[in-house]
């Protein structure tokens, strides 16, 4: 009798409505750094009841300041705090009431909501600033003294020569984009709507996602046979600006797994190496003996050992180890050394990529990188830097800014040099995703790749038709966490869902960066179980030195990538479909 009245509920529960948004809400939570952030609550009709489906928290855009000064740390976190507050708002009214009754699996239509209401405020503040404007500029003459009266004409004259000429030697930076207020529910909205359609439809969100990204181009493309897991960048050693030693240009030394390896065997690795590289900087944390220090009281001559690096101060907000070094080298044989203490070797069972952050390390009045305490490059030194260090130390296959956007020759330049060695890949030197979108190419350095950060506005709709340009410039996409993350791991999913080739995620030292490689692992083991999941074959460059001509961006998707590389005969292939179905019935909606 029960089996009978169960058959007949899921028989007519397919005739019924489907589930439409009735209430979203908005609320301040705490990200992984405990800074303010956005939550977002989807609330549907299902079969006449109102029920929680789902919610996202999203990344905030505030970078955290290291060393920073109290006033730029009040500064930011009262930024911070205006721009939650003003999301929730807006959740909570404007966009709980728009997207009422729509279909959250309907994302291109929500989406494309939530880009006209924003930019409809995009453009009240900017009527608001131009008033203010007029205003400054009306009350000028009358309020402002002149700069010369404020610091004397020969100071002036004097700071004004030395800027003048730092701008003949580099390119002066852009202006910084500015981040409207608000802004978070934007893209804090759209998530949680895929994260609804996905609850909806009974599947994985990096499925849902898939299946949008094919929807976008049905005409052309087939449905996606199986599915490959990016390639974590795994952040391992923080040497960079705000670190106790002279060099400041490593402010991330990070390890990426061979392409043959799986996920949870990569994972194995890096945690191998991590303990290792904590075990060889122990002495150094414990500070010298009683002997070496009456040596140097004594002043008694070095014996010539290697000395380590300074101690380990605390653990990166990336999730990484902070040392100091002195020099480029060190940080680099640091690691060689801990690998070959456990049987490995850097080249070949595990690879490094430096995250440069150049824009960090400019000094405009020298017009000059400080890459150590006191010692300086120009944009041209330092691309015969980089290219002397990989030389020495092949197993360096990605650098990430190594210069900043406005050096565009040097970009150029570097990627001749050393594309068909490694990546070469902008983070900050990239704009932001809906400029990327709108400008396309024309504010992106020449480089082999770009790290996606799914912040402020950015939609999921976004993220879609930016790899698809990406792809079709031959450029690979990387999905990034940003400084301030949260325990939400959807920025996983959308990595495998849009086939990112790498996801950086920061160290395996803090929780809410460890949750998201703890959803990468199960993510691999569902499609391992489903037969779906595909390895790279290799490492794949490009010779930019031997590149015809670059191609246009156009609205055509990339053709699709099985082709060149085909799946391995041991793993049968699942149409993306019969996987979805396999999981509609695995995961029911409760």
Known sequence: MKFSLLFKANYFSKFSKAPVICKLVGRKVLDGVGQPTLEVEIYC????????????????????????????????????????????????????????DLKPTDQCKVDKILGEYFTKKAEEKKEIQKEDEEEATL?????????????????????????????????????????????????????????????????????????????????????????????????????????????KLMKEIMLIPPVQLSLKQSIERVLDIQREMMRLLEPACKGPSPQLADRKKGGARNTGKKVLPPAIKRISHLGCLITGCDNLEQPLLLMQTACNNIGLELGTDMYLAINCAAHELIDYLKGKYEILTGTFKSPDEMVDMYVELINKFPSIIALVDPLRKEDRQQWNNICCALGSKCYLIAEDAATSISKLITDQDTNLPKCSGIVLKYINQTKVSDLIELTGLSHGQRHITILGSPDGESSDDSLVDLAVGLGAKFIKLGGLCRGERVTKYNRLLAIEEELAKNRTLRFEASFEFIDFAEEPQPEQLSDEPPPPEQDSLPPQPSQPVLQVQNLTAQLAQDSPLT
């Open 45 to 100: 009709i299902n079969k006449n009841y109102e029920k929680r489906i789902c919610s996202t928290v999203i990344s905030s855009h505030s970078q955290i300041l290291e060393n920073a000064l109290s006033e730029a740390t009040e500064d930011d976190e009262k930024e911070r705090n205006d721009s939650v507050n003003t999301a929730v708002e807006w959740v909570n009214d404007s966009l709980n009431t728009m997207l009422r």
């Open 139 to 247: 009350s000028l003459p009358s309020c402002v003294p002149s700069a010369t009266a404020l610091s004397g004409g020969k100071k002036a004259a004097t700071i004004g020569k030395k800027v003048s000429g730092a701008e003949r030697t580099i390119p002066p930076a852009e202006p910084v984009e500015s981040v409207l207020c608000g802004s978070l529910a934007i893209g804090g909205t759209s998530l949680a709507i895929a994260k609804a359609g996905a609850t909806i439809s009974r599947i994985p969100l990096y499925v849902h996602i898939a299946l949008l990204k094919q929807d976008q181009y049905s005409q052309l493309q087939d449905s996606p046979k199986e599915m490959t897991v990016p390639l974590p960048m795994v952040s391992l050693l923080n040497c960079g600006k705000f670190s106790p030693g002279k060099l």
